[in-house]
């Protein structure tokens, strides 16, 4: 045996035995904290150098990106469409906070307005980072640093906030209503055809370069499926729960890692602006619930500035409307990747040729 594949399977056992004891004590998002804190202890106690396989935590993702669209049914698609004007303002509106906090992140960390702008648009990570290749006056590094430590912030403060804002009347959402399990619902053909389809999908998003398939490949296969067929089905706990371990060691890694990056003036930067940020979303959301049937908690997830993946787990713990949260999280990625990103290009391209000039 390997001296990687031993410290994996450490860290995975580690994870299993972990998330099984915060389960048993009731903790919230056991399956989610159980392999960070794993990871973490392997890394930071143990020293293990370890290398999570990358294939292994997309596998996890995808499993997550069929529950996901599992809760699309047509009678939720139709209350999504009924609900597109909040999801808009949403999403221009956190967009908006992000621009007001990149001005005291650029005064704290002393950095150009550049690499603070890059640094706080949320939930588009991998677009910020070819930005920031591209233009010469921001700091890729900050940019990195900023946008990949976001998660710290989101895996802590996300769910504790969630936690005491969920719907205290026992509301069970939309996304988590009581359907039949995948094993129960589907054949083993219908189950083959389905993953080949995502296979399929996946290929042909990659072939685009098309941000987050490992979630959107599975969401687009599931909500065909669904309205063309009528079947519904959620996957088995079990499933969640393998799904949720083997995707949460990855982050539980990077969060060991960048731990180590967090000092000096930039840390403080990073920890306002992401507090701020996620802060200032709740007292927004908080805001917009007055004039909306939406509890807090949904609301609030829709619109926290952190990656689907880590939202949905939320989600479903405290028993919100997956499908509802999830369609803010996909209109928020394709709302930067074809709106947003190409004005902040032509602004940062005009500001790069305006410094030239000036020199």
Request: positive net charge; glycine residues 4%; contains cysteine.
């Amino acid at each position: 045996m390997s001296k990687q594949l031993r410290n994996n399977l450490i860290v995975l056992t580690v994870a299993i035995l972990l998330s099984l004891l915060l389960h048993a004590l009731h903790v919230l998002l056991p399956f989610m904290f159980g392999p960070i804190i794993a990871s973490v202890i392997c890394i930071k106690v143990f020293h293990l150098e370890i290398r999570w396989p990358f294939w292994l935590s997309q596998i996890g993702l995808i499993l997550l990106g069929v529950q996901i669209g599992s809760t699309f049914t047509d009678t939720v698609i139709d209350d999504i469409k009924n609900d597109w004007f909040t999801i808009v303002m949403i999403t221009v509106m956190l967009l908006m906070l992000a621009l007001l906090i990149a001005y005291f992140f650029q005064k704290i960390a002393k950095v150009n307005i550049e690499t603070a702008i890059l640094s706080v648009i949320p939930g588009a990570l991998s677009q910020m980072l070819i930005m920031a290749e591209e233009n010469k006056n921001a700091n890729i590094m900050v940019v990195s640093l900023t946008q990949t430590s976001r998660i710290i912030f989101v895996v802590i403060l996300v769910p504790f906030i969630s936690y005491f804002f969920k719907d205290a009347s026992g509301h069970s959402s939309l996304g988590t209503t009581a359907t039949e399990k995948l094993t129960e619902a589907l054949t083993l053909p219908s189950i083959v055809c389905l993953i080949l389809a995502i296979i399929i999908v996946y290929y042909l998003m990659g072939k685009i370069n098309f941000p987050t398939r490992q979630l959107l490949a599975p969401i687009v296969v599931l909500i065909s499926w669904n309205l063309i067929t009528g079947v519904t089905f959620t996957l088995d706990n079990y499933i969640i729960a393998a799904a949720q371990v083997i995707y949460m060691i990855r982050i539980g890694i990077q969060i060991a890692n960048l731990v180590d990056q967090m000092k000096g003036r930039i840390a403080a930067a990073i920890a306002f602006q992401n507090i701020f940020l996620i802060l200032l979303a709740f007292v927004m959301v908080w805001l917009i619930s007055m004039f909306s049937n939406h509890s807090i908690n949904e609301l609030f997830l829709g619109a926290a500035p952190g990656g689907m993946s880590q939202i949905v787990l939320v989600a479903i713990e405290t028993g919100a409307d997956v499908a509802m949260i999830s369609s803010y999280h996909i209109f928020r990625i394709f709302f930067i990747l074809f709106l947003v990103a190409p004005m902040l290009n032509y602004f940062l391209k005009y500001r790069e040729r305006t410094h030239a000039k000036n020199k």
